[in-house]
């Protein structure tokens, strides 16, 4: 029995349940079910209809009566009680109104209204602040985790990476990177090895290494100086996709390069047929933006105007744009002054990063080496690739050898027309986790790739020919991170958890406002984690090389004529086993005004996550437009539309395999 209840906005009970969906540790080998279910069961979470908007305004007029029906049809009345509605730190009344007719009717009850704990945007920050004041201390697994410990030079190269994120974060301009995090720093040295990074995501985190490698193949360090600053975003260099554009700083000591900052941060729009540079239909790269290879954009610490004039004129935010590399050569400098310090302050820093990177090598060859002999194969498929709805084959094969292993990707699917293939560089997160996950108690760094040698098929997905769009790569990314883990599943069936979900949505919207301005939005939906030998999964979480945050309502709501209508765990979408698989997700929003565009890259709409040790597949995603008129249109797994004011857009994201026979036993199992 609860002794605490919830008062929510119709729509966000979960919101305890979901958090962000990022996780702390972005290299644990699972993510379990959030604890808050069982803290606070969903009966005692009470969705209050009536809504105030961005500027304070009464847009839907409150149902006391209602709530008051709900908390009546407790088994007994709360000790406690949390009001959390969306915006009321910018107009209480609602929350007020609340709060005094409860009083009148249940005296007794503690109440903590949100706008007085914590009157800031963030749904979900608000609303743990005003449970954790009721005194009520849950730790959840998807919280930003602490800061490392310990102040041996490994922790203080990680927390000096940390702050480098955390400043990149803080100055960014566009709300996929303040809000999402859709973006990493990481310290490299001169021979282009990553030696530390912050906990942030692997997407781009294991791609960094191969940006570093292009660039110096362009710029090799002997002709670097400091306040140099090098640019790219070309996948044929080492990048991504285009919107992903990395920038590195030389640190330099008495005229010698002893290190390098780099990061990489997801820009909102860098041209291209679409807004957000995301095309779903695109055929070639030149239809997905501005393609950069690597390039000098600062000169000694100068910026050149030229070139950012050009960036700019093929960017549809040229603002963001701009303001979002502004950002990226704050938290370098941060970095650059920060590693000069450290550098200067011990003498011998250079042979510490070849020790810590060979203690990584070792940890992952240990951990092959304690593994049975063998090929372990697993095969998936995507969902088309946006031109075709035929599946596009994934397929994995590890052949183990003692402590060394070849991870063959030869055997995936062609090169598609269109964008689901991922660069070599994009490839190298799924190696790079993979290869981390070996031996996660290992510092983070490129010494565990030491041990793995990556096989590709030229003119294959994972190592397509120029021109080939390549900017819906994320699931591809995502698909061999999974398929990789489940085929290192075979050589320790007991020790793996089931397949994740599997999908990231990224969604793009645009339109303009009422007043002519445009508006952009991206935005990254998780789905949900497998079950595992020793629990359930997590649901509506972030998993593998994902580990993006998700959007606050309050700040969608606040940049675009938008209405978040409901955030839900999706209820039953896991793989039934021994152990669930994790929930996926549902998001529904609606245009308020004008018309407006839609990029929607999922996955799994057809091809469900697989369970494992006998559990069930987890449930297919879906999407769909509720037109205003009754009309609805199902949305492929990558489509654009155009939707109006008054439409609906549901997301439905794919739920976890399940792990284990349903109904078994801990023993049998």
């Given at each position: 029995?609860s002794d605490?209840?919830?008062?929510?906005?119709?729509?966000f009970?979960?919101?305890?349940?979901l958090?962000r969906?990022?996780?702390?540790?972005?290299?644990?080998?699972?993510?379990?079910?959030?604890?808050w279910?069982?803290r606070?069961?969903?009966?005692w979470r009470?969705?209050?209809?009536?809504?105030?908007?961005?500027?304070?305004?009464e847009?839907?007029?409150?149902?006391?009566?209602?709530?008051?029906?709900a908390?009546?049809?407790?088994p007994?009345?709360?000790d406690?009680l949390?009001i959390?509605?969306?915006f009321a730190?910018?107009?209480?009344a609602?929350?007020?109104?609340?709060?005094?007719?409860i009083?009148?009717?249940w005296?007794?009850v503690?109440?903590?209204c949100?706008?007085?704990?914590?009157p800031?945007?963030?749904?979900?920050?608000?609303?743990?602040?005003t449970?954790?004041s009721l005194?009520?201390?849950?730790p959840?697994?998807?919280?930003?985790?602490?800061a490392?410990?310990?102040?041996?030079?490994?922790?203080?190269?990680?927390?000096?990476?940390?702050?480098?994120?955390?400043?990149?974060?803080?100055e960014?301009?566009?709300?996929v990177v303040?809000?999402a995090?859709?973006c990493?720093?990481?310290?490299?040295?001169?021979?282009?090895?990553?030696?530390a990074?912050?906990?942030?995501l692997?997407l781009?985190?294991?791609?960094?290494?191969p940006?570093?490698a292009g660039?110096?193949?362009?710029?090799?360090?002997?002709?670097?100086?400091?306040?140099?600053?090098?640019?790219?975003n070309?996948?044929?260099?080492g990048?991504?996709h285009l919107p992903?554009l990395t920038?590195?700083?030389?640190?330099?000591?008495?005229?010698?390069?002893?290190?390098?900052a780099a990061?990489?941060?997801?820009?909102?729009?860098?041209?291209?047929?679409?807004p957000?540079?995301?095309?779903?239909n695109?055929?070639s790269?030149?239809?997905e933006?501005?393609?950069?290879?690597?390039i000098?954009?600062y000169r000694g610490?100068?910026?050149?105007?030229p070139?950012?004039?050009?960036?700019?004129?093929?960017?549809?935010m040229?603002?963001n744009?701009?303001g979002d590399?502004?950002?990226?050569?704050?938290c370098?400098?941060?970095?650059v002054?920060?590693?000069h310090a450290?550098?200067?302050?011990?003498?011998?820093?250079?042979?510490?990063?070849?020790a810590?990177?060979?203690?990584s090598e070792?940890a992952a060859?240990a951990a092959?080496?304690a593994a049975?002999?063998?090929?372990?194969?697993?095969?998936?498929?995507l969902?088309g690739?946006?031109?075709?709805t035929?599946p596009?084959?994934?397929?994995v094969?590890?052949?183990?050898?003692?402590?060394?292993?070849?991870?063959?990707?030869?055997?995936?699917?062609?090169?598609?027309t269109?964008p689901?293939?991922?660069?070599?560089?994009a490839?190298?997160?799924?190696?790079?986790?993979?290869?981390?996950?070996?031996?996660p108690?290992?510092?983070?760094?490129?010494?565990?790739l030491?041990?793995?040698?990556?096989?590709?098929?030229p003119?294959s997905?994972?190592n397509?020919?120029?021109?080939?769009?390549?900017n819906?790569?994320?699931?591809?990314?995502?698909?061999?991170?999974?398929a990789?883990m489940?085929?290192?599943?075979?050589?320790?069936?007991?020790?793996?958890?089931a397949?994740?979900?599997?999908?990231?949505?990224?969604?793009?919207?645009?339109?303009?406002?009422?007043?002519?301005r445009?508006?952009?939005?991206?935005?990254?939906i998780?789905s949900?984690?497998?079950?595992?030998?020793?629990?359930p999964?997590?649901?509506?979480?972030?998993?593998d090389?994902?580990?993006?945050r998700s959007?606050p309502a309050?700040?969608i709501?606040?940049?675009a004529?938008?209405?978040?209508?409901?955030?839900?765990?999706?209820a039953?979408s896991?793989?039934?086993?021994?152990?669930?698989?994790?929930?996926?997700?549902v998001?529904?929003?609606?245009?308020?005004?004008?018309?407006?565009?839609?990029?929607?890259?999922?996955e799994?709409?057809?091809?469900?996550?697989q369970?494992?040790?006998?559990?069930?597949?987890g449930?297919?995603?879906?999407?769909?437009i509720?037109?205003?008129?009754?009309?609805?249109?199902?949305?492929p797994?990558k489509?654009r539309?155009?939707?109006?004011a008054?439409?609906r857009?549901?997301?439905?994201?794919a739920?976890?395999?399940?792990?284990?026979t349903?109904?078994a036993?801990?023993t049998?199992?």
């Amino acid at each position: 029995m609860s002794d605490i209840a919830l008062i929510c906005t119709h729509g966000f009970a979960d919101v305890l349940t979901l958090a962000r969906q990022n996780r702390a540790d972005p290299y644990a080998l699972h993510v379990p079910a959030s604890p808050w279910p069982q803290r606070l069961p969903l009966g005692w979470r009470i969705e209050a209809r009536g809504r105030i908007d961005a500027n304070g305004k009464e847009v839907e007029p409150l149902d006391i009566e209602g709530v008051i029906e709900a908390l009546a049809a407790l088994p007994q009345p709360p000790d406690r009680l949390a009001i959390c509605l969306l915006f009321a730190h910018r107009n209480p009344a609602h929350e007020q109104a609340l709060a005094q007719r409860i009083a009148t009717r249940w005296p007794q009850v503690q109440i903590r209204c949100s706008h007085e704990v914590l009157p800031q945007d963030g749904e979900y920050e608000r609303t743990l602040a005003t449970v954790q004041s009721l005194g009520v201390q849950v730790p959840t697994c998807m919280d930003e985790g602490a800061a490392p410990v310990g102040d041996t030079l490994a922790h203080r190269l990680e927390a000096l990476a940390d702050r480098m994120q955390a400043r990149l974060v803080a100055e960014a301009v566009s709300s996929v990177v303040r809000e999402a995090m859709d973006c990493a720093a990481a310290v490299f040295l001169p021979d282009g090895r990553l030696v530390a990074q912050a906990r942030t995501l692997p997407l781009l985190l294991g791609s960094l290494s191969p940006a570093v490698a292009g660039l110096l193949k362009a710029f090799p360090v002997e002709g670097m100086a400091d306040g140099d600053g090098y640019l790219l975003n070309d996948p044929w260099s080492g990048g991504t996709h285009l919107p992903d554009l990395t920038l590195v700083r030389p640190v330099c000591i008495d005229g010698e390069v002893v290190a390098l900052a780099a990061c990489v941060l997801h820009h909102q729009d860098v041209g291209g047929i679409a807004p957000g540079s995301v095309p779903t239909n695109a055929t070639s790269i030149q239809q997905e933006g501005l393609r950069i290879p690597p390039i000098a954009l600062y000169r000694g610490g100068w910026l050149d105007q030229p070139l950012m004039r050009l960036l700019r004129a093929n960017s549809r935010m040229p603002d963001n744009l701009q303001g979002d590399l502004n950002a990226q050569w704050l938290c370098l400098a941060q970095g650059v002054d920060e590693l000069h310090a450290l550098w200067r302050a011990e003498p011998d820093m250079a042979g510490f990063c070849a020790a810590l990177l060979a203690d990584s090598e070792a940890a992952a060859r240990a951990a092959l080496a304690a593994a049975p002999d063998g090929d372990y194969t697993f095969d998936d498929a995507l969902d088309g690739d946006g031109i075709d709805t035929a599946p596009v084959r994934v397929s994995v094969c590890i052949r183990k050898r003692g402590d060394t292993a070849t991870l063959d990707l030869s055997d995936c699917a062609d090169q598609t027309t269109g964008p689901v293939n991922a660069s070599p560089g994009a490839v190298q997160a799924a190696v790079a986790y993979f290869a981390r996950m070996l031996s996660p108690q290992a510092a983070p760094n490129d010494g565990s790739l030491a041990a793995l040698t990556l096989r590709t098929r030229p003119g294959s997905i994972v190592n397509p020919d120029f021109p080939a769009a390549l900017n819906a790569r994320t699931n591809l990314v995502k698909l061999l991170a999974n398929a990789l883990m489940g085929a290192w599943a075979k050589a320790l069936p007991a020790r793996m958890p089931a397949p994740n979900a599997g999908e990231a949505v990224v969604l793009s919207l645009g339109g303009t406002q009422p007043d002519g301005r445009p508006w952009l939005l991206t935005e990254i939906i998780a789905s949900a984690a497998g079950g595992a030998p020793w629990g359930p999964g997590g649901s509506g979480v972030s998993t593998d090389v994902g580990n993006a945050r998700s959007t606050p309502a309050e700040a969608i709501e606040a940049q675009a004529p938008l209405r978040v209508e409901r955030v839900a765990v999706r209820a039953g979408s896991g793989g039934e086993g021994l152990h669930r698989g994790g929930d996926g997700v549902v998001r529904i929003y609606r245009l308020l005004h004008g018309s407006g565009t839609i990029s929607y890259r999922g996955e799994r709409h057809g091809i469900a996550p697989q369970g494992a040790a006998g559990g069930q597949p987890g449930a297919c995603a879906a999407a769909h437009i509720e037109r205003a008129d009754g009309r609805v249109e199902p949305l492929p797994a990558k489509a654009r539309a155009q939707w109006q004011a008054g439409d609906r857009l549901v997301i439905e994201t794919a739920g976890g395999g399940g792990w284990g026979t349903p109904g078994a036993t801990e023993t049998a199992a």
